[in-house]
Nanobody, 131 residues
Framework: QVQLVESGGGLVQAGGSLRLTCAAS????????IGWFRQAPGKERDFVAA???????????YYSDSVKARFTISRDNAKNTVYLQMNDLEPEDTGLYYC?????????????????????WGQGTQVTVSS
């Protein structure tokens, strides 16, 4: 079983920045895909960003269209940690942010956008962006 703990959320004004952290357990962390999702009240849990393992030391990153130019996902395998740097935040970015792990998916597909592809989830960290 993999345990994930998110941190770094908070209240920020529009245009501000936050960095979320996802700390994970597990010896195979370097092979995990880690995804970030967010959920606003009354809405679905939506894909935000993911980092996936492409074999050896190759990693890929993916973003939703709404955050592509503003958010950056990165990982530090030595610390079993994934970061989500969020810049130029907008009120629409408000929500509970979750990280989750997956072992991988079909090459060439967009499996990483599907929350059902992920096995374990953290408890979430709240991000609130005021206008």
């Amino acid at each position: 079983q993999v345990q994930l703990v998110e941190s770094g959320g908070g209240l920020v004004q529009a245009g501000g920045s936050l960095r979320l952290t996802c700390a994970a357990s597990g010896r195979a962390f370097s092979t995990y895909a880690i995804g970030w999702f967010r959920q606003a009240p009354g809405k679905e849990r939506d894909f935000v960003a993911a980092t996936t393992w492409g074999g050896r030391s190759t990693y890929y990153t993916y973003y939703s269209d709404s955050v592509k130019a503003r958010f950056t996902i990165s990982r530090d395998n030595a610390k079993n940690t994934v970061y989500l740097q969020m810049n130029d935040l907008e009120p629409e970015d408000t929500g509970l942010y979750y990280c989750a792990n997956a072992v991988g998916g079909k090459i060439g597909s967009t499996w990483y956008r599907d929350k059902d592809a992920y096995n374990f989830w953290g408890q979430g960290t709240q991000v609130t962006v005021s206008s």
